[in-house]
């Protein structure tokens, strides 16, 4: 069964406009974390966004803000005043405790890519 | 700019080579690890060295062989690999997470190595 679920293969958004990419997870395990991450066409993976199992608010940064609904195991990113440069590949990944034996080893979904248009 | 160093950038060699792929971090992370990443396609975790031993192995071929000199240094030897094996590498590193809990500490990534096997 897939861990991390990213339904939308790619999304297309307006310069100025938010747009909100689905993530939803399974598992078990009581202490989790929830990492977004984007990657540009140029490869590189640049973190965005991290929101733990046991954070009361959700998680703010910058332009990105995470809505997370535990209850329904979802932790959607919303971008907000997109602009042309949030074009990429968005990934969510989960990072489960494990009873601290999984070495911080991250589980991505297939993820998002957003387009910006002008 | 990435705190994460990897070169080569580019790296193409035929099946019969052999190369090495290098990643070097200087944040004190504990953790580093290698992953796999064809193209739109997540990546895939390969291994995971925690405080310079190896305590994940994906069952990665043999023909992929890490090694981790020092807290710093990150590499993957590279040895009669395949035209399957074609993919940008992605190194990364992290800290470790409150004892009990979880790290929150998000996975730093370098720009990637993208190889090209002839």
């Known amino acids: 069964a897939q861990k991390i679920t990213q339904t939308q293969p790619g999304m297309f958004v307006q310069e100025k406009e938010a747009v909100t990419l689905d993530c939803t997870y399974d598992?078990?395990?009581?202490?989790?974390?929830l990492f977004w991450y984007k990657q540009p066409s140029s490869g590189e993976m640049i973190f965005l966004i991290y929101?733990?199992?046991?954070d009361q608010q959700n998680a703010t940064e910058g332009r990105y803000s995470l809505n997370f609904q535990k209850a329904r195991k979802s932790a959607n990113l919303v971008i907000s005043a997109s602009q042309l440069g949030d074009s990429a590949m968005y990934f969510c990944?989960?990072?489960?405790w494990g009873g601290g034996t999984s070495y911080g080893k991250l589980t991505f979904g297939q993820g998002t890519i957003l387009t910006v248009h002008p | 700019d990435t705190e994460v160093t990897q070169t080569p950038k580019h790296l193409v060699m035929g099946m019969t080579n052999k190369k090495s792929l290098k990643c070097e971090q200087h944040?004190?992370?504990?953790?580093m690890y290698w992953y796999k990443q064809k193209a739109k396609k997540p990546p895939e975790l390969m291994f995971v060295?925690?405080?310079?031993?190896?305590?994940i192995n994906e069952s990665v071929p043999s023909r992929f062989s890490p090694e981790c000199p020092n807290s710093s240094l990150l590499n993957l030897h590279l040895h009669a690999l395949q035209p399957e094996d074609s993919a940008l590498y992605l190194c990364?590193?992290?800290?470790?997470?409150?004892?009990?809990?979880?790290?929150?500490?998000?996975?730093?990534f370098g720009d990637g190595t993208r190889l090209s096997i002839l």
């Open positions: 060295y925690s405080y310079e031993k190896l305590s």
């Open positions: 598992t078990s395990d009581p202490s989790y974390g």
């Open positions: 929101q733990g199992s046991y």
């Open positions: 990944a989960m990072r489960e």
């Open positions: 990364a590193s992290s800290q470790g997470g409150a004892q009990g809990r979880v790290s929150n500490q998000p996975q730093h």
């Open positions: 944040m004190g992370h504990r953790a």
